[in-house]
Every structure is written in C-alpha cells, then in structure tokens.
C-alpha cells in the first residue's frame, strides 16, 4: 500500500481554507487517519476512520473521503494551524504493515 | 489520561544494537497494541512494528531482520531492540499506541532522537 499526499507544500494566509490530499493505491474503505506535527513535536492524531474528529480536535478540521480518496479540509487556518499533515493506513490483512504519506507542509504566505 | 515516556541511549555505535524503552502511565495495555515509530530528521515518518497486549508482535517487512519489540505489562513498559544499526538509522524514535479498531495511533511520546556515530 502506497499514500500519496499533495501538494507537497501549501503556501496559504491565516483564514484561508486549506485542501490537503492523500490518495491510496489500493481501497482501505474509510480506515485513514490524519496527524498533525509541529516542529520539534511529536505527532498528533486529528481524524480516524476518514471522518471522525479525535479528542479535542476543533470542529475546523474535517475529513471525508473513502475507498482510495481522501481529503483533509480546514475550513479556516487560525496561526496554530501550520504545521505537517500526514496520512496513514494499514495494508489489509492481519499484521499487515502500517503506512505513512510523505506528509503535506501548510506554510505562511 | 494515557502517557508515554521513551528513554535509552542518545548515541548508538555503527554495528551495534540500539535499545529503548517506553513507560506508559494512564492507561491499561490491554485491547491495544504498543508501537514505535520513526522519523530521520527532515522526514517522513516511518513504522517499525507493534506488539499486541497478549505479546503478538508485528514488524515492517523492511526491518524485520533486525527488529525485537517486547512486553513488561509488570512495569508497564515495553521496547525496541534494533541490531546491526548504520547511519540510516539516525532518528527521533517515537513510541505510540495503536488502536487495531480504527487503524490509528492516538497517544504518542514526546519523541527521543537516537543518533548513530562511531
């Protein structure tokens, strides 16, 4: 299984929505999830099963997608916000390896 | 509120075997499976394997050779062992919890960076 995110970087203003992508070579039904990093940070989990927001995550980011297509949406960049977003998924079958994207930068304009 | 704490050697002979550690607090191991991760610096991210709550371990094809991850639920702590380690294998260490139900790791340490120098 492979994830491939773009663009690899995001140039964008605070306020401004950010559309980042991650697409599977092989269908992983909804089971992605999304990470937040910070640098010198470790990372975050923001969305699992494609969609549900994890503990604490502010109703701005939302994720959608299934099968091989997947986007993370936020809807309004506040200054914290930028930051690395990766995806990761699972290969199916049971102890099947995890995988990572190569991650998208969200940058200041 | 579950946390994790890795700790072991910052410095790592070319050769030798790199060996860490991670203590979870807040939390029971049973129903997950208990990771570690990696990241070199300036990049991606990459799994190294878990070990379920019964000791089921699971590693990444590409360092499946060298990889031994292991369980002490007595004191709440389980490791890494990475043998034969060369400069690729500088890196911040993570270790995480998974969850199996929906694929994601959603605690993680706060990271330590291993690096590999004679």
């Known amino acids: 299984l492979v994830l491939t995110q773009s663009p690899a970087t995001l140039s964008l203003s605070p306020g401004e929505r950010a559309t980042l992508s991650c697409r599977a070579s092989q269908s992983v039904s909804t089971y992605l999830g999304w990470y937040q990093q910070k640098p010198g940070q470790a990372p975050r989990l923001l969305i699992y099963d494609a969609s549900k927001r994890a503990t604490g995550i502010p109703a701005r980011f939302r994720g959608s997608g299934s099968g091989t297509a997947f986007t993370l949406t936020i809807s309004s960049l506040e200054p914290e916000d930028f930051a690395v977003y990766y995806c990761q998924q699972r290969s199916s079958g049971g102890g099947a390896p995890l995988t990572f994207g190569g991650g998208t930068k969200v940058e200041i304009k | 509120q579950v946390q994790l704490q890795e700790s072991g050697p910052g410095l790592v002979k070319p050769s030798e075997t790199l060996s860490l550690t991670c203590t979870v607090s807040g939390g029971s191991f049973n129903n997950y499976y208990w990771s570690w991760i990696r990241q070199p610096p300036g990049k991606g991210l990459e799994w190294i394997g878990y070990?379920?709550?019964?000791?089921?371990?699971y590693y990444n094809p590409s360092l499946e050779r060298r990889v031994t991850i292991s369980l002490d639920t007595s004191e709440n702590q389980f490791s890494l062992k990475l043998g034969s380690v060369t400069a690729a294998d500088t890196a911040v260490y993570y270790c995480a919890r998974y969850s199996g139900t929906w694929v994601v790791f959603d605690y993680w340490g706060q990271g330590t960076l291993v690096a590999v120098s004679s």
């Open positions: 070990i379920s709550y019964s000791g089921t371990t």
